[in-house]
């Protein structure tokens, strides 16, 4: 099945830095989706991005398919931005039906 | 739209003892999947429904899981016989997906239930 990898692991980030998550798929998708996972474990969907471009206020992320690669930009960090970003892709016995979830990138915002 | 609502938020139990979970997706959505997520790891995949048929489970899905969707609404995720390593938390996702051959599937999560077994 597909693997996905995602770095860096764990990102330490002073308020109002910016960053970029990186999320590497082994296979050709053809959905995405990055979550930003909260401390009290909550899934929280950021993008659904199988290829393209996409922006919401200070968050964006692209997906280079052909690349089998997509990041996520943070600007202008806060401290509730801290958790665990995960990004997800199509993959198992039957595809494009369930996600394999990378392993996550665990994101220290300081004050 | 609610969202996807997952009871009990936690349970703690003893080993050997059967729970049961259930999850409550978002109203129309016609896919649901059961994900286990361990500390520090990835949510993985356990299984999956349209409508009311379960048409995936992954081998992490022991004989002693068992999972249900009756109605094509809501649906139980049940543990018999629990041991430690079950221990973890257990989400639920819901989707809308189209024609046979559409790829669009958005996924959101509940809040997921976590399970303690001592």
């Known amino acids: 099945g597909i693997q996905v990898e995602q770095s860096p692991p764990d990102l330490i980030l002073q308020e109002g830095a910016n960053s970029t998550l990186r999320c590497n798929f082994s296979?050709?998708?053809?959905?995405l989706q990055w979550f930003h996972q909260n401390p009290w474990g909550q899934l929280i969907n950021l993008f659904y991005?199988?290829?393209g471009t996409k922006q919401n206020g200070r968050l964006s992320a692209t997906t280079v398919a052909t690349e089998r690669y997509s990041l996520l930009y943070i600007s202008s960090s806060q401290t509730t931005d801290s958790g665990v970003y995960f990004c997800?892709?199509?993959?198992?016995?039957?595809?494009?039906?369930?996600?394999?979830f990378g392993p996550g990138t665990r994101l220290s915002v300081l004050p | 739209d609610t969202g996807v609502s997952q009871n009990p938020r936690h349970k703690i139990t003893k080993r050997g003892q059967n729970v049961t979970f259930r999850c409550d997706p978002i109203?129309?959505?016609?896919?649901l999947y059961w994900y286990r997520q361990t500390l520090g790891q990835g949510p993985e995949f356990l299984t999956y429904?349209?409508?009311?048929?379960?048409?995936?489970k992954s081998r992490l899905l022991s004989d002693r899981f068992s999972a249900e969707r009756p109605k094509g609404s809501f649906s139980t995720l049940e543990i018999q016989r629990t041991e430690q390593g079950d221990s973890a938390m257990y989400l639920c996702?819901?989707?809308?997906?189209?024609?046979?051959?559409?790829?669009?599937?958005?996924?959101?999560f509940g809040p997921g239930t976590r399970l303690t077994v001592l």
């Open positions: 996702a819901s989707s809308l997906v189209g024609g046979r051959y559409s790829s669009y599937n958005e996924q959101f």
């Open positions: 991005i199988p290829s």
């Open positions: 429904f349209q409508n009311e048929a379960q048409l995936e």
């Open positions: 109203s129309e959505h016609n896919r």
């Open positions: 997800a892709a199509p993959g198992g016995d039957n595809y494009g039906q369930n996600f394999v």
């Open positions: 296979d050709s998708v053809n959905n």
